[in-house]
C-alpha cells in the first residue's frame, strides 16, 4: 500500500522548500501518510522515484513559476525527471489521482505537458487587497477532503437534514452539561440524576446559606458514592426515623459515603445549614446490552428548615 500523497515541487528558494515542508508537516497532523523528495530515493530509471510515486493514492504538484520553467526547459533537473515519469502514468490514473497547488504563480501557469488538460487545481497564491490575503484553515480543508475523497462542495455535499441533525445533537450535548441542566432553587424535590453528563458529577439545590451541592459517582449496581468535596462534611442514614435535631450526629470525618437504595444522606454547607437526601433508584453504567444504559441515581432531597 502507497502514501496517501506525494508532493513535487521545485526548489525555488529556502523560503519555498520551507513552505511546502511546513504544508507537508500540517497534512502530516492530520494523519495522512505524505511523501516529499526527502523521502524518496530516486534510484537508476524508474527503479526508486516511479514505484513510490506510482503507488501514491494522490499526487500534488505544487506550481510555481519556476517549477513551470523547469518541467518545460530543463529535464535533467529533479522537476523535470519528475514531470516526465508523472506524465506518462497519468492517462492511466483517475482524474482525482493529480491535482495542482498554485503558489507565486497568478496566471494558474502549468507545465507544457498538461496540453489542454486541466486538473483540479488550489489556489494558494497571495492576493494583496482581497479579505483574505494569504491562504488559510479554508484551503487546507480543501487539500483534506480532496485526498480523503469527499466531495469538493462542502455545502451540496452535506444535505439540509443532516446539517440540522448535527445542529440538534450540538444542542442537546451543550443542553447535557449545562449547569443550568442540573440546578434546582428548591429547597425540597427530587430528580432523576444522570450524574456523568452533569459537570464535576454535581447536582446544585437551593440558594446562598441554604445551597447544597451532591457529588456522586458510581460503586455498584445499588449504591453510590456521595462526596463531601463541594460541601463540608457528609453522613450516611440507615434507617428512616431518624430526628432532624440528630442529624448532625451521623456527619462523618471521611471524604465520601456510600448509600444503597432506601438508605439517606445527611449534608452539611460551609454555611452549617442541613440537607437529607434520600436515594429512590441507582443505575449502574451498562454496557452488555443491546443498547447502551447510562448510570443514574433518583434522589429525593430537602434542606433542614430548623438548622
Known amino acids: 500500500?502507497?502514501?496517501?500523497?506525494?508532493?513535487?515541487?521545485?526548489?525555488?528558494?529556502?523560503?519555498?522548500?520551507?513552505w511546502v515542508r511546513l504544508l507537508a508537516a500540517q497534512l502530516k497532523a492530520?494523519?495522512?501518510d505524505v511523501l516529499v523528495d526527502a523521502d524518496v530515493d530516486y534510484g537508476d530509471d524508474l527503479s526508486g522515484f516511479m514505484r513510490r510515486v506510482a503507488d501514491c493514492e494522490h499526487v500534488l504538484l505544487v506550481v510555481d513559476q519556476n517549477y513551470v520553467e523547469r518541467a518545460d526547459t530543463k529535464p535533467e533537473s529533479g522537476v523535470g525527471k519528475e514531470s516526465r515519469w508523472i506524465a506518462e502514468v497519468y492517462e492511466d490514473r483517475a482524474p482525482a489521482w493529480l491535482s495542482t497547488l498554485f503558489v507565486d504563480n497568478a496566471s494558474c501557469a502549468l507545465p507544457a505537458w498538461f496540453g489542454d488538460r486541466m486538473p483540479k487545481g488550489f489556489d494558494f497564491n497571495h492576493s494583496p487587497g482581497?479579505?483574505?490575503?494569504?491562504?488559510?484553515?479554508g484551503q487546507i480543508e480543501d487539500l483534506w477532503r480532496w485526498v480523503a475523497g469527499l466531495p469538493a462542495n462542502r455545502d451540496s455535499a452535506t444535505p439540509i437534514a443532516t446539517l440540522r441533525e448535527r445542529a440538534t445533537r450540538l444542542e442537546r450535548q451543550d443542553l447535557s452539561s449545562s449547569p443550568a441542566q442540573w440546578?434546582?432553587?428548591h429547597l425540597v424535590g427530587e430528580t432523576h440524576f444522570m450524574y456523568e453528563d452533569a459537570p464535576g458529577n454535581r447536582f446544585h439545590w437551593g440558594c446562598g446559606a441554604s445551597e447544597f451541592a451532591l457529588d456522586i459517582s458510581?460503586?455498584?449496581y445499588d449504591s453510590v458514592?456521595?462526596?463531601k468535596d463541594p460541601i463540608k462534611s457528609v453522613g450516611l442514614i440507615r434507617g428512616n426515623d431518624v430526628d432532624d435535631a440528630d442529624l448532625a450526629q451521623h456527619l462523618t470525618p471521611g471524604r465520601s459515603v456510600t448509600p444503597q437504595v432506601g438508605h439517606s444522606v445527611v449534608l452539611m454547607n460551609a454555611h452549617g445549614r442541613l440537607a437529607v437526601v434520600e436515594i429512590l433508584r441507582v443505575q449502574h453504567e451498562d454496557t452488555n446490552g443491546s443498547q447502551y444504559v447510562p448510570p443514574f441515581v433518583d434522589f429525593r432531597w430537602r434542606v433542614v428548615e430548623s438548622s
Open 1 to 18: 500500500m502507497g502514501a496517501d500523497l506525494f508532493i513535487s515541487y521545485a526548489w525555488t528558494s529556502e523560503r519555498h522548500r520551507e
Open 30 to 32: 492530520l494523519g495522512f
Open 130 to 137: 482581497s479579505q483574505q490575503e494569504f491562504p488559510g484553515a
Open 183 to 185: 440546578r434546582s432553587p
Open 218 to 220: 458510581g460503586r455498584s
Open 225 to 227: 458514592y456521595v462526596h
